[in-house]
């Protein structure tokens, strides 16, 4: 028998490498990240001068980040529920039984393997108001000049259109994997009791893929809160603070100005809600008695 000193080593030899890489890609910056929030940072002459909660105060007190937070919570909800919606229905069709069934697969993929900050760089000379592809289709049908990208709707609708674009096939291969995995004989005694396809889909498929929409829902939502490079590519966040999000506004306030108290003030506001959002789905999940 192994004594109990023995195990608690051997527990310690296997286990611990990973733990200390967690908490040194996790633990660490959430906690560094809560430090920096109360300070203002001064790289010139390497000093912090404590300030409590007076970031929190100006972001607040900012009528910008409010328009901020507000798209970027329009941004994600539409996305998110855009991409589950034609995901489940790309999906299904995929699992159907037609000539050319595994081109089509790879195909699909297409979208999703592109980067997303070409895939943003792509669809702005698309869209372009003077030289685009799209804008001169459109011309061409109405002959009527289109500015997407330079009034705040159209820019916030391309932005999450494209968005859906780009991330719908992985929510396609995904679900698909779970339709897969529905027995055919379900299928088959619907067919003989004489359900349509729609009574297939609500009282079949809908019910046993619930439980992935909702995994995938909630992974999507907190996904795409880290979600900027799009916006870079794409619009910069334009035109004015139109299409900017509390991700990109950290990404300006850290890397390109330096403010690491203000950049780590609206990371603490990111974890508040990445955290809202775990609770909100653990109680869906425990509500309809699913499991991760």
């Known amino acids: 028998m192994v004594s109990t000193k023995k195990r608690y080593f051997l527990f310690f030899v296997l286990v611990g490498p990973a733990i200390l890489l967690r908490f040194l890609t996790a633990v660490y910056p959430v906690l560094e990240t809560l430090y920096l929030s109360v300070f203002k940072v001064d790289l010139l002459t390497n000093t912090r001068q404590f300030v409590g909660l007076r970031n929190f105060q100006r972001l607040l007190a900012d009528q910008s980040n409010h328009d901020i937070m507000y798209f970027t919570l329009i941004f994600i909800l539409a996305s998110v529920a855009l991409q589950l919606i034609l995901g489940l229905g790309v999906a299904s069709m995929l699992n159907a039984r037609f000539p050319g069934r595994n081109l089509v697969r790879t195909i699909n993929l297409i979208p999703w393997a592109i980067p997303t900050i070409v895939a943003g760089l792509a669809f702005r000379w698309m869209l372009d108001d003077q030289y685009g592809l799209v ?23 391309c932005v999450i259109l494209v968005n859906v674009w780009k991330n719908t096939p992985f929510m396609a291969v995904v679900l698909l994997a779970g339709l897969q995995s529905v027995p055919a004989e379900l299928y088959e005694a619907a067919r003989i009791d004489g359900a349509t396809a729609f009574q297939n889909f609500r009282h079949i498929t809908l019910p046993i893929s619930m439980s992935l929409l909702l995994t995938l829902g909630l992974f999507s939502f907190i996904w795409q809160l880290a979600n900027f490079d799009l916006m870079l590519g794409m619009t910069h966040g334009g035109p004015g603070l139109a299409t900017t999000v509390l991700s990109y506004t950290v990404f300006q306030q850290g890397i390109l100005w330096f403010n690491w108290g203000m950049a780590s003030a609206l990371g603490v506001i990111l974890i508040f809600v990445v955290a809202i959002v775990g609770i909100l789905g653990l109680a869906l999940f425990r509500h309809y008695g699913l499991s991760l």
Do not use: I, S
């Open 135 to 157: 804008t001169d289709w459109l011309f061409r049908l109405t002959g009527n000049k289109y500015e997407l990208l330079v009034h705040p709707a159209t820019a916030r609708l």
